[in-house]
Structure formats: structure tokens, C-alpha cells
């Protein structure tokens, strides 16, 4: 009896169904859809609060000889060019949001260090604030430095990129974007202070202050930065490789800064109408004292065809200061040694295998560097007089 | 005669008309509480990060169908004027720089439609064909 009772309303609604093979099929489709979108909105929901992004990059680079351009000599190991980041960025509320990135690099034995730790937050829909630990917008990729997959080059230009090892500062910025008819101007403002353990030297940015203003048609950008602060560098390497050789240096001897002042400045351009792709930025960085002031430019061309993108780039940089640098570290070590002159020529290509995926062939010929060979490999360029050098590299970047 | 011509043309035009309602056609589409109508260039700065807004002042929340779909090609085509690569690229950067999300990928048609009529401020893409009055159809751009 129960049993019945229950079969009933089933039996029913079949029969109900089944009179009407049109509505039948009209139900199924609406319950499917009705699904579909409960699962999207539960997807949605999930989505919504944490995301979870990252990017990767292997490689191999191999030089003609040893002059050490960014590091690369003729014996490399794939682990130097290997970079694995995880991103997640946390929605506090509609308007804040939470974001960190780690950072495992081969070079550094693949330990994580946090690249980006901050809050953001949009009072407006035109204001951005953020506090916490973030990128200096130094260049125009100085966000997504090391997203090799968001780049068109094998590696950013040398010649801009190269000199300024700190990438990263401790402190809070202001973003107010400003949107014309098609167009729009972002204003950013920001300070704080940075510390950080290069290759080649620590440094310590005090009192960091600077702006940066960029316009966009969403075709050409122009954009122009301004940076200042107290730096003091100390040259880790060289006390390395004087303690190598046994040599006590006196104290003070590798304090290339000392709380001086530096200030940097650049412009630059890019186009980007999806076929062509061009880009070029020019910067000046002046440091009291007797650590280098260099000039840099660079301009790179590339075109899209299909899933190629074959570039072409040249770069030149230049300290401006070796007149200051009459005296010496050490007597054999003159202050020479940071003097720094070079030009560099890429050709390359990127080749999108695959959406997320692409892999980057390139050859960079670097040249002039003979009399200023700053941050090269110095003995070798000076003892085998070595006036180039050739760098192959083939890149594999991704992102998810 | 002449009505007999007339009803011809009546006909023919008929006929074109089916013809051209039954071809897929790619339509913008979005949420009964949204607005009525957008340009092509409003989409575009929806679906290249550029606006948060639909015309109307409401928060969007923009969804795109799967890489190999026919109409995402043609809205990529049509609208963004970029290919999947670029976007792919553009994207990475814009999420890596915490610049914003693209737009959120359904994986079919159907689950396009039934995500837009009940997503608030939704705004996505279908082949003409498929749309039902669960939607609105904001623009049929112009080839």
C-alpha cells in the first residue's frame, strides 16, 4: 500500500511525460540547462574567491667563448635559464584582493622566495592602492620580468634590463587611470625601500620615491618613469674574488655606494596591432660617487605570422662616467673595471606550439665592448682580447 | 501578372530571409537585466581588459567559449581582431601583473546560454542559431 503511494506520483509524471513526447524532450533540455548553469555558478563561485596562476621557463644557452655575457659561457647548464612561479590571488572583498607569487629559479638552487606579497585595493573604479612587496616599475615589463611567456624575446634587451639587478621593493603605491575616448593615461606613484642579494653585489635602495605616467590607444604606448633614492652597493663579488685569490681587501674597498644618491629615468614606446610589434625604451641611471652612471636604449621589431613570431632587436649601453673612475680598489684593481660599453644584436623567433606554450630560438651578437668590458668576464676578455661574442639560446615558456 | 510577380518577390525575399536566419551567425549576447544594445567597440574593450562596465554602469561579467570553437574564431575575427596566441600572451600578463581575468571560458554553447540568462551583468557570444528567449542579443556585428 505505502509502495503504491510512493510509485504513484512517479508513474504520473511518466505517463504525463510520455503523452507529450515534444514536451518530454523540452523538460530534459531545460533541466539540462538548469544544471548547466548550477554548475557554473558553482564553478563561478569557487573561481571567484582564489585563483591560482603560474609560469615556467626552461632553457638552454651556450656562448662562443667565455666573455660571460649575462652569464652564459660555453659550458651552461639548463638549470640557469629554469624558472617555475606560482601565483594566487585571493579576493578579500569586491573591491581588495590578496596577491603573492613564489619564485623557484634554477640559479638560486630553486629555493622559493616570495617575488610579490600585497593588498590591493579600489576605492574607485579609477584608483588602484597597493602595499606590501611588488616589482619597480623600472621598464616597461618590469611586471612580468620573468614571465618569458608574456614577452617576445628569448630574454628581455641586455642592454636595458642588465645593469639594474634589483627588481623588487618593499613599500606602496598608487595607480589612477584616466580614460579618454578610446584611450587612457595611468599615473602611478610609488615608494618604499628595497634590499636585495644580486649576482653580482647587494644593495639597498633607502627612501625610494618615483612616478611613472603612461599613455594608451591600445595600438601605440608611450610611457616615461622617474625614480629616486639613497643607494649603497656593495660589490659581493669582488670581495668573493679577491678573498679567492687570498687578497685581504682593506674595509670600504668594495662599497661602490654608500647612501648615495642615484636617480633613474626612462621612456619608452611600444606598438602592438597584433601583426606588428614594436618596441623600444631608453634609460638613463646616475649615481653619485664612483659607481657607474650608464645610458641604455634598445628598439625591437617583430611580426606575426600565424603562430611565428620572428624579432629582430638592437641594443647599445654605455657608462657615462669613466672620467670619475681614476683610482683603484686595489693596486692591480682599478675602478676601470666598472667602466661598461656594448651593442648587442638579437635575432630570434617565438613560436607559439601550443596556447600557453612557446618556444623561443635566438642569436645575440655582442660586440664594442673591448675597452669598457663592465660586468663581463674581465680577465678573459682582457687576456684572450676578445672583442665579441655570440650567445645561441633556445627557450621554452609557458603559462597557466 | 504583376501579383503574381509581386508574390514571386515575396517569395524570393522570404526565402532569403530564412536563408539568412538559418545561417550561424555570430551574435552578442547577455543577461535580460543588461542593457539592449552595445558596439562592437564596447565588446572589445570588455574582451581585451580595458572596461569593467557594460554600457549601462553594471559590473560585467564576460565569458567566452573553448580555443577551436567556430564562433570563438569569428568572434576573434569580428570582434577582438586578435588571435587566440595573442590573447593567450596578453592575458598571461594582465593575470601575472594582477591587471585582471580573462573572460570566463564555458565549455559549449549551451552552457554559454544558460550561464548568460542567469548570470547578472553577463555578457558572451553565440551562433545565431542556438539563441532561444533566455537571452537578449545585444549585436549582430557586421562582417
Not at chain 1, 344 to 354: A, F
Request: contains cysteine; negative net charge.
Amino acid at each position: 500500500m505505502k509502495t503504491y503511494f510512493r510509485v504513484a506520483p512517479l508513474a504520473l509524471a511518466i505517463s504525463a511525460g510520455g503523452a507529450v513526447a515534444q514536451s518530454n524532450d523540452e523538460a530534459v533540455a531545460q533541466m539540462q540547462q538548469q544544471l548547466n548553469s548550477m554548475q557554473q555558478q558553482l564553478n563561478s563561485v569557487k573561481n571567484d574567491r582564489v585563483r591560482f596562476n603560474g609560469f615556467f621557463s626552461t632553457g638552454y644557452s651556450r656562448a662562443s667563448n667565455d666573455v660571460g655575457f649575462t652569464g652564459v659561457s660555453e659550458d651552461s647548464s639548463v638549470g640557469d635559464q629554469s624558472l617555475l612561479a606560482l601565483q594566487g590571488t585571493f579576493d578579500v572583498t569586491e573591491k581588495s584582493q590578496a596577491v603573492m607569487q613564489l619564485v623557484g629559479r634554477g640559479y638560486e638552487d630553486w629555493e622559493p622566495v616570495i617575488e610579490w606579497a600585497y593588498l590591493s585595493h579600489r576605492p574607485t573604479n579609477n584608483l588602484q592602492l597597493r602595499a606590501g612587496k611588488m616589482r619597480l616599475p623600472f621598464f616597461m615589463y618590469s611586471d612580468s620580468l620573468e614571465v618569458g611567456y608574456s614577452q617576445p624575446w628569448a630574454r628581455p634587451p641586455q642592454s636595458v634590463y642588465g645593469p639594474i639587478e634589483s627588481t623588487s621593493y618593499v613599500g606602496a603605491d598608487a595607480t589612477y587611470t584616466i580614460n579618454l575616448d578610446n584611450s587612457a593615461i595611468t599615473t602611478q606613484a610609488f615608494t618604499g625601500f628595497n634590499d636585495q642579494n644580486t649576482r653580482s653585489a647587494t644593495t639597498e635602495f633607502r627612501n625610494l620615491i618615483g612616478s611613472t605616467v603612461s599613455w594608451t590607444d591600445y595600438l601605440w604606448t608611450v610611457r616615461a618613469v622617474a625614480v629616486t633614492t639613497e643607494a649603497t652597493v656593495e660589490a659581493t663579488r669582488l670581495a668573493e674574488r679577491a678573498a679567492s685569490f687570498g687578497i685581504q681587501l682593506p674595509p670600504g674597498t668594495t662599497t661602490l655606494a654608500d647612501s648615495d644618491r642615484a636617480n633613474f629615468f626612462g621612456v619608452g614606446f611600444s606598438y602592438d596591432d597584433g601583426t606588428w610589434q614594436v618596441i623600444s625604451e631608453v634609460t638613463r641611471s646616475e649615481v653619485d660617487g664612483r659607481f657607474t652612471d650608464t645610458d641604455s636604449a634598445y628598439i625591437s621589431a617583430g611580426r606575426r605570422f600565424g603562430s611565428w613570431t620572428p624579432y629582430l632587436a638592437i641594443g647599445w649601453s654605455e657608462t657615462q662616467d669613466d672620467d670619475e673612475r681614476t683610482g683603484e680598489f686595489l693596486p692591480t684593481v682599478p675602478e676601470a673595471i666598472l667602466n661598461t660599453r656594448r651593442d648587442e644584436y638579437s635575432v630570434g623567433t617565438r613560436w607559439d606550439i601550443t596556447p600557453g606554450v612557446a618556444i623561443k630560438m635566438d642569436v645575440t651578437h655582442v660586440r664594442g665592448f673591448e675597452d669598457a668590458p663592465g660586468g663581463l668576464n674581465q680577465d678573459y676578455v682582457l687576456v684572450n682580447e676578445k672583442n665579441s661574442t655570440n650567445v645561441y639560446t633556445l627557450k621554452l615558456d609557458s603559462a597557466f | 501578372m504583376k501579383t503574381r510577380r509581386t508574390s514571386l518577390t515575396v517569395v524570393l525575399a522570404a526565402l532569403c530571409l530564412f536563408v539568412g536566419g538559418a545561417r550561424a551567425e555570430l551574435v552578442i549576447i547577455g543577461h535580460h537585466g543588461g542593457p539592449d544594445t552595445i558596439t562592437p567597440q564596447q565588446v572589445k574593450d570588455i574582451y581585451l581588459n580595458r572596461s569593467s562596465r557594460l554600457p549601462d554602469g553594471q559590473r560585467v561579467v564576460a565569458f567566452q567559449l573553448p580555443a577551436g570553437n567556430s564562433m570563438r574564431d569569428e568572434f576573434n575575427e569580428l570582434i577582438t581582431e586578435r588571435n587566440d596566441a595573442w590573447l593567450k600572451s596578453f592575458w598571461s600578463r594582465q593575470v601575472l601583473t594582477g591587471k585582471g581575468h580573462p573572460p570566463r571560458e564555458v565549455s559549449s554553447a549551451n552552457s554559454m546560454k544558460s550561464v548568460v540568462s542567469s548570470t547578472l551583468g553577463s555578457i558572451g557570444y553565440l551562433d545565431s542559431t542556438l539563441v532561444d528567449d533566455s537571452v537578449k542579443v545585444l549585436l549582430t556585428p557586421e562582417p
